[in-house]
């Protein structure tokens, strides 16, 4: 994202952008807190989007890596998943986590 003159971040195509750590922190936080939603790469993706100037979504793939990222440096912590009885692992899109203090 690049910042104007005025210190307003401006709208960008969101397959040309890098997502900087904070505005993923955010849109978890926001899905968690103020939306009540999981946040997993899907949801994450759609709330990013909403910064997109096309309104298009960010790669769920893509994000879910991201968020994977920011749970091994601890600023993410995986929410307790259902436990489905030996069947297969919860897909990496739908892993969700909550920042570190949103306990």
Not at 61 to 83: I, N, P
Not at 87 to 93: G, V
């Amino acid at each position: 994202m690049r910042g104007s003159p005025t210190g307003h971040f401006l709208s960008v195509p969101s397959d040309s952008v890098v997502i900087d750590s904070d505005l993923l922190l955010g849109a978890v936080a926001r899905l968690v807190n103020d939306a009540a939603m999981p946040a997993h790469a899907e949801n994450v993706t759609g709330e990013l989007g909403q910064i997109s100037d096309d309104g298009d979504y960010f790669d769920a793939r893509t994000v879910a890596d991201d968020l994977e990222e920011l749970e091994s440096l601890g600023k993410l912590e995986r929410v307790s998943a259902f436990d489905w009885g030996g069947r297969d692992a919860t897909a990496k899109t739908r892993i969700a986590y909550r920042t570190v203090d949103a306990q």
